[in-house]
């Protein structure tokens, strides 16, 4: 058999146990994308805050901008020539807002996660990674030549276990977690893993705040500012491409981690820096993050309502946050669901194998600032 005869073996077999996954054909028209004709309201969106449909902010950025100011392109790595100082400017400002020493930007969440972790660890460093942290994370951990152990989901018992158990025979041992996990929708305790951190002088914390940053917080600074941790985490990364409705990540730290970072980190080192005018629009939300907080609590409100409906339906939902998932067991079950709920006007997409675990296919509603609160009462009464 050919590799091209096995890719299409796959595939099929992909199709029939229903998780084959096409990109879809969308027209996107503010808070409603288009497809196939029909005009049905975005519950898949990671844009947490509604910045990204605001027009309005947009008109007012694009006031800023002249000929000179925007530049699409960095035409090059970051330390050769594509070090604008609108990248300084951005991690001064994100350094300042977390009280931290410095920041360190990069071109994604997946460059964060997959080129921190090899970059920092070694033969002699062992990785206790919840186990459903994040593809990039797990990327990350197996591109390190790093020890790991994956502990059981928010099971601070046994971290503190193999913490024990471990932690003497290696050089330094990193816990790695998301702070709001991206297809449960719960979070993690801060404040304990905190605790654990401090009970060996060689473990380190590392925490990915992708869905929590500019939805989480007074400042929307994320869920270690909620638990007033943020100078206790080691490697506190998030991204832009979310909340903050750009692209990129960053991680606030120890200068001397920053400086380790940009000696040693691959995915920074060898890739084209993004184009400065995208700074500049980061650069333009980051400022205004605090400003949103009647944002995140209509948010939090929304969330809540649609949280306790799918408990009330008999459903299983472990969710502590705008990403609500309604686990639904099959994935042919799930795409029927879905199916429904589109014809009846709402883009909730299914979430399958390998994404999530066999028997765990579920709808994953992804809720943002802009929907409004009887919106989401017609959601529940359609769902089933």
């Not at 058999?1 to 096995?6: A, H, L, N, R, V």
């Not at 960053?250 to 200068?255: P, Q």
């Not at 949280?307 to 009330?312: D, G, M």
């Amino acid at each position: 058999m050919s590799i091209i005869e096995q890719m299409q073996q796959e595939l099929q077999e992909l199709k029939e146990s229903s998780n084959l996954r096409t990109l879809p054909n969308l027209i996107h028209e503010g808070q409603d994308v288009i497809a196939n004709g029909q005009r049905m309201l975005n519950l898949s969106s990671n844009d947490y805050l509604g910045l990204a449909t605001d027009r309005t902010l947009r008109e007012e950025f694009l006031k800023e901008l002249t000929a000179d100011s925007f530049l699409p392109t960095s035409s090059s790595s970051r330390l050769l020539t594509g070090n604008f100082t609108i990248y300084e400017k951005l991690e001064q400002t994100l350094a300042e807002l977390f009280g931290t020493e410095t920041a360190l930007v990069f071109n994604s969440g997946y460059h964060a996660n997959a080129g921190i972790l090899p970059a920092v660890s070694d033969a002699q460093t062992l990785i206790l990674a919840d186990k459903l942290v994040h593809a990039s994370l797990i990327d990350g951990i197996r591109l390190s030549t790093a020890k790991y152990i994956r502990y059981r989901h928010n099971d601070l018992k046994q971290l503190e276990r193999l913490l024990a158990e471990n932690h003497a025979a290696y050089r330094q041992v990193i816990i790695v977690t998301e702070s709001i996990f991206s297809m449960d929708g719960d979070i993690a305790d801060l404040k304990e893993l905190v605790r654990l951190k401090h009970m060996y002088e060689n473990v380190l914390l590392y925490v990915d705040e992708a869905h929590a940053f500019g939805a989480r917080g007074e400042q929307g600074l994320g869920c270690a500012e909620e638990a007033r941790c943020i100078r206790e985490i080691d490697f506190l990364v998030g991204t832009f491409g979310k909340a903050a409705a750009s692209a990129g990540a960053y991680i606030v730290c120890r200068r001397t981690i920053r400086e380790y970072l940009v000696n040693r980190m691959r995915t920074l080192i060898f890739t084209t820096a993004l184009p400065p005018v995208n700074i500049a629009w980061t650069l333009f939300v980051v400022r205004r993050l605090a400003g949103f907080r009647e944002r995140r609590i209509h948010l939090k409100n929304i969330s809540n309502i649609l949280r306790k409906a799918l408990k009330e339906k008999g459903y299983t939902c472990p969710s502590d946050s705008y990403i609500v998932p309604m686990i639904v067991g099959k994935s042919s079950d799930t795409i029927l669901k879905a199916e429904e709920l589109q014809r009846h006007g709402f883009y909730a997409l299914p979430v399958r194998p390998p994404t999530v675990p066999e028997g765990t296919s579920r709808i994953r509603f992804s809720l943002t600032a802009e929907i409004r609160e009887e919106e989401i009462r017609e959601l529940i009464k359609i769902i089933i």
